[in-house]
């Protein structure tokens, strides 16, 4: 408070422990009526339009034990849970691949659920207005190692074989239980790709055939309820998605049961978890299921840096 200036006669009075009278005057009510008219608009416009898509980029760094040098500050960007969709339309998508090329990335490792199976619109017609349109919208990622990708259970329910061949055409190398090895100036980082946990039968014998107990992996997979029964010695990073962090979080109580597919609860709802030498980090998502909200629980783009 500026010097010289007395403060106003209510002020005064509520110091002096004295309260004010106020009478509700009809502009008084209609005024209150508005701002809690705008207050609901707002809330409604958060929840319903930039809560759901305005994707927030994580930013983590982690440590591989033995990682190779040249491999030291390798940028990976996780996408998951695109779920094209007519409640996630391909043009906010495309900016989220637009999003992930400025990050700059060396490699995309894709986790799966690239549409949705819903039963009212069909198989036939998810393949052909949904599916299809990946292959553009993968082509524009950038990377300078590659994009990697495996599936999730509704690409499996959804279309199968069509998501395989999408992810051809655009370039992406789809992993189902195998592994490939990365390279920069002739060093060498395992990359493997799980298939989807519940879905499908997982052969995490074959997945990680050739990579030695205690070698450096990345790991691709889609559902986290995988976790606890892997290999606590294998010395991996592993990315899932699946849960979608929830997508309805409510304030002190927390993800609704119906918007988190996982036998976990919301154990693995999202973030890192660690079990053994084995690191998982959990990504929201960028789309949505049921109904075009998220509620404190932003979509997000995952980028790691890895240490050695």
Excluded: W
Excluded at 21 to 30: E, G, H, I, M, Y
Excluded at 233 to 260: C, D, E, K, M, S
Aim: aromatic content about 8%.
């Amino acid at each position: 408070m500026r010097e010289g200036v007395s403060p106003p006669g209510f002020l005064r009075e509520a110091a002096a422990g004295k309260s004010r009278k106020r009478r509700l005057t009809r502009r008084a009510f209609l005024k209150s009526l508005a701002a809690l008219a705008l207050a609901a608009g707002g809330g409604y416009g958060y929840v319903f339009h930039y809560a759901s898509y305005a994707p927030v980029v994580t930013r983590r760094t982690f440590r591989l034990r033995g990682l190779p040098p040249a491999f030291a500050g390798l940028r990976i960007v996780q996408l998951t849970d695109l779920h094209h969709s007519e409640i996630v339309p391909l043009a906010y998508l495309e900016s989220c691949v637009d999003r992930v090329n400025q990050l700059a990335p060396d490699v995309v490792l894709l986790t799966g659920d690239y549409v949705t199976m819903d039963r009212e619109v069909g198989r036939a017609r998810t393949r052909e207005n949904f599916v299809a349109p990946l292959a553009g919208l993968f082509q524009r990622i950038r990377a300078r190692l590659g994009v990697f990708a495996v599936l999730g259970n509704h690409d499996v329910a959804a279309a199968f074989y069509e998501t395989r061949e999408v992810m051809a055409a655009a370039g992406v190398s789809l992993l189902q239980d195998e592994n490939l090895r990365l390279e920069i100036d002739g060093a060498r980082l395992a990359l493997v790709g799980l298939r989807d946990y519940g879905t499908q039968m997982v052969n995490t014998e074959r997945a990680f055939q050739g990579i030695q107990p205690d070698e450096p992996v990345l790991v691709m997979m889609h559902n986290p309820d995988l976790f606890p029964e892997m290999d606590e010695t294998r010395n991996a990073l592993i990315l899932a998605g699946h849960t979608h962090g929830g997508q309805v979080r409510v304030p002190f109580y927390g993800p609704l049961p119906q918007y988190i597919p996982s036998s976990y609860g919301s154990r693995y709802a999202e973030g890192v978890f660690s079990r053994g030498n084995l690191t998982m980090l959990v990504n929201r998502g960028l789309g949505m299921i049921r109904a075009p909200v998220r509620f404190n629980c932003r979509p997000e783009i995952a980028l790691v840096v890895l240490e050695a």
